[in-house]
């Protein structure tokens, strides 16, 4: 799946040609725009998750650092970087900075969990739900609904497709049924 993300991502063109053929000609220019829209959605989902790791990795690193855990700043980025996998990602990324704290002082370890409760309650409730809705116009219940249904249903990679399906879903819809109907 990352694979094919990043190969549909760095040159989606032959892709979206090859999609148009299977269509009849009346309708080409239509889904040409469908995919046109689709695609600006999806870069606009991936800037918002960008945006969201990379508060995450800040905060996390400048309170691990202040908090005095060593490699701070790594885990910092490791914490950024799992933040991509919805749900599970972030408690991924807690448990090497809470191992290190833990070698440390128990005391130490303690704060880590409260500093990664705090992060994530601000990322969770605050920044992404606020970042996703603006960025893709999707209510946060319709976020949260569809990652519950998806990784009941599919698993650890529902979790990761379950918002970029969705905002495409909503993105078809719009433009196929409500404006073409």
Do not use: K
Not at 66 to 88: N, R, S
Not at 119 to 140: D, I
Not at 157 to 162: D, E, K, Q, T
């Amino acid at each position: 799946i990352l694979f094919t993300g990043l190969y549909l991502a760095a040159a989606p063109a032959p892709y979206q040609r090859g999609v148009l053929r299977l269509l009849a000609r009346n309708r080409r220019r239509r889904m040409a725009e469908v995919m046109f829209a689709t695609g600006y959605t999806l870069r606009w989902w991936l800037f918002g998750q960008l945006l969201s790791m990379t508060v995450v990795g800040l905060l996390m690193g400048v309170g691990l650092a202040l908090i005095g855990v060593p490699l701070a700043f790594a885990l910092g980025v490791l914490a950024g970087l799992f933040e991509f996998i919805p749900t599970i990602g972030p408690i991924i990324g807690l448990l090497p900075a809470l191992l290190l704290a833990l070698a440390e002082d128990p005391r130490t370890a303690l704060y880590v969990l409260i500093l990664y409760g705090v992060v994530q309650t601000v990322e969770s409730y605050l920044l992404t739900p606020l970042v996703q809705e603006r960025v893709l116009e999707l209510p946060p219940v319709v976020t949260i609904a569809t990652q519950v249904l998806f990784g009941w249903t599919l698993g650890a990679i529902g979790l990761l497709v379950a918002v970029p399906f969705v905002a495409m879903t909503v993105v078809v819809v719009q433009m196929l049924y409500v404006e073409d109907r």
